[in-house]
């Protein structure tokens, strides 16, 4: 139904508001089980983005850590190595 919530901690550079909207509609998606709420549910599930959305931001925001920033380049690249090794290699087919 929705893809996986990305972490947005401790990244240079840090999570655009974009990012964390986009992880609060999934999350907001993956609670309520739909994409798309009724017209009766657009309201709530449009607060409850708006609502996430700014927890998420207060959160990011209020973290501290001493950790170095992650370089969201090599993180890409270990999820996609962690991808490959789970799934396996697919070998192309011809049509």
Same mark, same amino acid.
């Given at each position: 139904?929705? +893809?996986?919530?990305?972490?947005?901690?401790?990244?240079?550079? =840090?999570?655009?508001?974009?990012?964390?909207?986009?992880?609060?509609?999934?999350?907001? +998606? &993956?609670?309520? #089980?739909?994409?798309?709420?009724?017209?009766?549910?657009?309201?709530?599930?449009?607060?409850?983005?708006?609502?996430?959305?700014?927890?998420?931001?207060?959160?990011?925001?209020?973290?501290?850590?001493?950790? =170095?920033?992650?370089?969201?380049?090599?993180?890409?690249? &270990?999820? &996609?190595?962690?991808?490959?090794? +789970?799934? #396996?290699?697919?070998?192309?087919?011809? #049509?």
């Amino acid at each position: 139904m929705c +893809r996986n919530i990305r972490v947005l901690h401790n990244f240079e550079p =840090p999570a655009t508001d974009d990012e964390i909207e986009a992880a609060a509609i999934q999350y907001v +998606r &993956k609670v309520s #089980g739909t994409t798309r709420p009724s017209a009766a549910n657009a309201e709530a599930f449009d607060e409850a983005i708006r609502a996430v959305t700014a927890a998420t931001r207060t959160l990011l925001d209020s973290l501290v850590t001493n950790a =170095p920033p992650r370089d969201r380049e090599v993180e890409a690249a &270990k999820a &996609k190595a962690r991808a490959a090794e +789970r799934y #396996g290699h697919r070998p192309a087919t011809s #049509g």
